[in-house]
Nanobody
């Protein structure tokens, strides 16, 4: 079983920054994809950013393009999400997700149903 543990969330003012971390352990095989999702109260879980593990290719949802950067540290087996210029609309529980199997050469999996393993989530609150 893959275990994912998120950290780095908290309360930040609009315009501020946070870096979220996701430490992975317990994996038998390397991941093909890892991603960040978020879920705000009353809303469905949505894709934020993702990365192809081997190539390092990154993908972002439109609402965070230019403000978020997903990265990885393979030696530490850790995924990061740097978020800048935070807005109140970014307030949500942020989850790290892992997919262990190949999906597509051209399409990045952006549905929560494309991922098998999830962390417990870390709360990000953007408020004055």
């Amino acid at each position: 079983q893959v275990q994912l543990v998120e950290s780095g969330g908290g309360l930040v003012q609009p315009g501020g920054s946070l870096r979220l971390s996701c430490a992975a352990s317990g994996r038998t095989f390397s991941s093909y994809y890892m991603a960040w999702f978020r879920q705000a109260p009353g809303k469905e879980r949505e894709f934020v950013a993702g990365i192809r593990w081997s190539a390092g290719t990154t993908y972002y949802t439109d609402s965070v393009k230019g403000r978020a950067t997903i990265s990885r540290d393979d030696a530490k087996n850790t995924l990061y999400l740097q978020m800048n210029s935070l807005k109140p609309e970014d307030t949500a529980v942020y989850y790290c997700a892992d997919r262990l199997t190949y999906y597509s050469n051209t399409y990045y999996p952006q549905s929560q149903y494309d991922y098998t393993y999830w962390g417990q989530g870390t709360q990000v609150t953007v408020s004055s």
